[in-house]
Nanobody, 113 residues
Framework: QVQLVESGGGLVQAGGSLRLSCAAS????????MAWYRQAPGKQRELVAT???????NYADSVKGRFTISRDNAKNTVYLQMNSLKPEDTAVYYC???????WGQGTQVTVSS
């Protein structure tokens, strides 16, 4: 059974930074693509970034140049470094294992103006 546990969310001022972590268990982490999504109030959940087993990354246009996804296979953990945060980045951020369609519980990120 896949388990994904996010951490690192919080309240930050515009222009600030946060790093989210997602610890995975129940899978052979190193061979799997991982992803971060977010859902703002009243909006649909959207893809933020993905990272393949080989480290190839993709980003939503809205976060390119500001967010960086990375992974540490030794720790079974995927990260999302978020810099230059904007109020519109406020959302619940979710880690996802696409192959098993498994989701974490989410972590709240709030950016104040």
């Amino acid at each position: 059974q896949v388990q994904l546990v996010e951490s690192g969310g919080g309240l930050v001022q515009a222009g600030g930074s946060l790093r989210l972590s997602c610890a995975a268990s129940g899978i052979i982490f190193s061979i799997n693509t991982m992803a971060w999504y977010r859902q703002a109030p009243g909006k649909q959940r959207e893809l933020v970034a993905t990272i393949s087993s080989g480290g190839r990354t993709n980003y939503a246009d809205s976060v390119k140049g500001r967010f960086t996804i990375s992974r540490d296979n030794a720790k079974n953990t995927v990260y999302l470094q978020m810099n230059s945060l904007k109020p519109e980045d406020t959302a619940v951020y979710y880690c996802r294992h696409p192959a098993r369609d498994s989701w974490g519980q989410g972590t709240q990120v709030t950016v104040s103006s």
